[in-house]
Every structure is written in C-alpha cells, then in structure tokens.
C-alpha cells in the first residue's frame, strides 16, 4: 500500500458509481474536499436509477441487503430510514411454460417436474455426492457439484448462457461463487422447509444471500442513494465533474501526479497526490502516461466485459406478475430477466401501472446493442407473449436503456490479466487505488463495491487493509456478522 503522505492528500476520484462516491463521502468525513470525475450525465454507474416520462427504471435490480455493517450504516446515514421501503423478495424461474419458485421450494417443484424427474434431479444431486464433476474451476462444474447434473440443466444453464454469450464450460466458477456461496440443494431444500418465522429470526450473518425474504430498497430506486451522497459531498466542497472522460493518469517517479479528463472535448489537467479509480482497470491502465509494458497493455486489452440493455415496457398494473423478478430459462428468447419495477417500489411507477423491465445481455456493437430502440421494443413484446407472461397487445409504451461494461467477463485468463495489472500499478503507481466493479475487474454486488471504497480512504490516511481481499474471504462474504437494521 502507499505511504500517507504528511500534508493533506489531494484526491481525484474516477467514476460517481458507489464504489467512487462513497470514496468522496469518506473524504468528507475526514474533512477532505476531493475532485469527481464522471464520464456519464448521471450519478450511480449501473446502480444509477434511469428515468424516462417519469418512469424509473432500476438496471439490474439492487436490493439494499448486506452483512458489512459500516457499509449497511453509511446507506442509512445517507439516506435515513425514512427514505427506505422494506420490501417482500419474491423471484421465481420460468420454465415450459411453469413457474418454479426461487429459492427452491420442494413442493413446488415436485408438482411442476412431476414426480418421476422430481426423482430424477433428486438422484442426480445424489450421484454428484458421490462422483462430483472432475473440473469444478468452471461454471458448470461448480453448479452442478452443488444441484446434480438435471437441475443445473433445468435451471441453471440457459440463463448463464445467456447472461455471458458463452458456454458455462468457458466461465470461471468465481460467478457462481459470488452468487450461491454455500448454497446447495440440500441447503435451498432445508431452507425452504424451516417456518417462515424461524427464517426471518435466523442471525443474518448466517444467512445465504440468495435466500433473502426481505431488503432494504430506496423509495425511487438505488440511483436516490447517490444523487444525495452527490449533493452531500458537493456541500463539503467536493468538485463532480460528469460528462469527463478521462484520458491520462500521469504518472512519474514511482507515483501517480495528475489525472487529465476531457470535457464537451476540452482537456484539464487535474494534479493530484492519490487517485481512487472506478473506471475499468483495463482502461486505467491504457490511460497511464508514460504507457506501460507491451504485455501489461496485452493484459488490459485481454479483459472483456458485458453489456446490458433493458426494455422498460409499461402495462397495466393487472397483467403483471407478483414477483421482483422472474428468470426466463428459455433459450428460444433473447430476454433473460424481468423485473417488475412497481413490485420493488410503488413510488418508481403509476398509479395502475407499472413497468417491466426485460433485461438483455449482449456485446458492445453487436446486433441487440445497435438495434433501434423500436425494434428492441418490439421484440420485447413479441417475446413476452411466445412465453406466453404477457399479451403484446397490452403493452402501451416502451423505452430502452443502455449500460456498455455492465459485467466484468470471468474467462479462463482474468485472474492472471488482473494480476497482472495490479502488480503493475503497485510497482509504478501504489498511490492509485482501484475500487468497485470493473475498477477490479470482479463481479462485486453494491455492497462490496463500497467496502472496497471505503477500506481505500483509510489505505490513505495510514491503513494497511488488503482490498483485494474483498468478496473474496468466506469470512468477510458469508460471515460476517452484522445488526439486524430496521426501517420503513
């Protein structure tokens, strides 16, 4: 880690996501004005809340659940409890045709599967006990070793298929990790089983993520979050230029001296002693200047990302399903994901209606990322009603949004590319923190991504802390204990 220096730091923060604006809050509270870069219109990065003809639209889904207390603290000194709603989780699987509960629910799935594969996927998920699969480094290796060889066909499969354009065979298991850490279908079943009482009294630092019954949302999306932290630290003197591309993180004598942006085209040379960084690591790293080695710019240029569009389309409030979310395992569509925005919050819809949000994963320039907003409309409705959720014709509007660099992509070479990188900045720039979601190339949820932030600014100020160690330790991931918090 770098040394903190005796005169008070002047920081540049890149990127106004969560893990970049709870890096400039935690400035503030050390009594620090800092500079934020944004190369985006808006605040929040992917957990931004997009608006469209008063219609919010939340990318992704992001429940305010989490087992890091400074971090669940910091949500409520942001916001107070009296912005929060406290929100039902309800998500089931689409399947032929079928609704199968999620998490696991053993008479549900008995009466959809019937009895004879019910039997099936249980003896699948048996033999696997006793014959796990040989390569459980892979995404479906690591599934099938906790759910049988049938259950990650039926449920698993399709939707990381579509999520990642690619074979499970040809994604590290660290995103299943990251999802369904210790949960199996021993566990999911047992879950299930336990009175609903007795799940909601359990010690939150022992539940399973994924098996949540109950979150913490903002009242208009999580974008609300950092639009206030963004006017907080704005009113402790921190500067957040948006629209600011940066171009160059200069660099000289073993430490980063200044951070160039562009903005409406126009460069400004921002000096600085430390850089909080939660644009992509891989174009952190090709904006340093002097350029770094060939084959560390090789390992920039190996990382690859997923891009994410959503198609909001508005119906009424009747046609809608109950659920926050549904998976569409269905490989004769493209729609992976619905959300149903009026089931997060009321307050992010109308009145007897409300907006679904079919979520597509696709790659920068493909034909889904350039197709025109009418066309992916259309097909969002053509698609709802083949799977038979919705009739096309009850859809009254639609709007489409478009994230570039939604996911980090987990192939067989980024850990070592991410290495790489890392190495690199520690040996040449160790005053240049990389923070966040694509800012360290992993797939960390809201939560995680601030926790990076946050360890960061005390790496500043004296700290020694391994941030990369973040979402990573089972301690720190499924551990850790926290308070139960109570809101609205």
């Known amino acids: 880690m770098a040394a ?110 019937g009895p004879v594969e019910a039997l099936r996927c249980v003896a699948s998920y048996l033999w696997v006990r006793v014959r796990p699969p040989k390569d459980q480094s892979t995404l479906e290796g690591f599934v099938a070793s906790r759910f049988g060889w049938r259950l990650y066909r039926h449920f698993f499969q399709t939707q990381s298929e579509k999520v990642w354009g690619v074979p499970c065979t040809e994604i590290q298991a660290d995103w299943g990790a990251q999802r369904i850490k210790n949960l199996s279908l021993f566990r999911a079943v047992w879950e299930a089983l336990k009175p609903k009482q007795l799940r909601r009294r359990a010690d939150k630092s022992k539940q399973v993520t994924s098996l949540i019954e109950e979150f913490n949302y903002p009242k208009y999306g999580p974008g609300m979050m950092w639009e206030r932290c963004t006017e907080l630290v704005t009113a402790g003197g921190t500067k957040v230029a948006m629209n600011s591309s940066v171009t160059r993180v200069h660099h000289e004598n073993g430490r980063a001296v200044a951070v160039t942006a562009e903005t409406d085209g126009a460069p400004t040379r921002y000096d600085c002693t430390h850089v909080i960084s939660s644009m992509p690591i891989s174009a952190l790293v090709r904006s340093m200047d002097p350029p770094v080695p060939a084959e560390v710019r090789a390992a920039a240029d190996s990382l690859r990302y997923r891009e994410h569009i959503t198609v909001g389309l508005v119906i009424p409030e009747e046609d809608a399903f109950p659920d926050n979310w549904v998976y569409i395992n269905d490989a ?56 038979g959720l919705i009739r096309a014709a009850r859809v009254e509007s639609g709007y489409v949004i478009r994230t570039p660099k939604a996911y980090p992509f987990y192939d067989a070479t980024y850990k070592n590319n991410v290495a790489v990188l890392a190495d690199w900045l520690q040996a040449n720039a160790p005053n240049v923190y990389p923070v966040g979601r694509n800012g360290m190339h992993r797939y960390n949820n809201q939560d995680h991504s601030m926790y990076t932030a946050m360890l960061s600014v005390e790496n500043i100020f004296g700290a020694d802390h391994d941030v990369w160690s973040v979402n990573v330790e089972a301690e720190y991931h499924e551990e850790h204990s926290t308070e139960e918090r109570v809101s609205t």
């Open 4 to 113: 903190p220096v005796e005169h008070p730091p002047n920081v540049v923060v890149i990127g106004a996501g969560p893990a970049g604006l709870t890096a400039a809050y935690m400035l503030t509270k050390h009594g620090l004005a800092s500079t934020v870069l944004e190369a985006d219109s808006v605040v929040g990065g992917i957990s931004r809340t997009a608006e469209r003809e008063g219609w919010r639209f939340d990318i992704g889904g992001h429940r305010f659940f989490t087992k890091v207390k400074p971090v669940e603290d910091l949500w409520f000194e942001i916001l107070g409890p009296d912005d929060f709603l406290r929100r039902p989780r309800m998500s089931r699987i689409f399947y032929k045709g079928k609704f199968y509960d999620y998490p696991i629910s053993a008479m549900n799935a008995l009466r959809n599967l």
């Open 332 to 387: 004769d569509v493209k729609v992976g994901r619905v959300q149903n925005f009026g089931r997060w919050s009321p307050y992010m819809v109308r009145e007897g209606k409300t907006c679904l949000g079919l979520e597509l994963f696709v790659n920068e320039g493909d034909e889904w990322w350039t197709m025109p907003d009418s066309a992916l409309i259309e097909n969002g409705k053509r698609e709802l009603e083949q799977i």
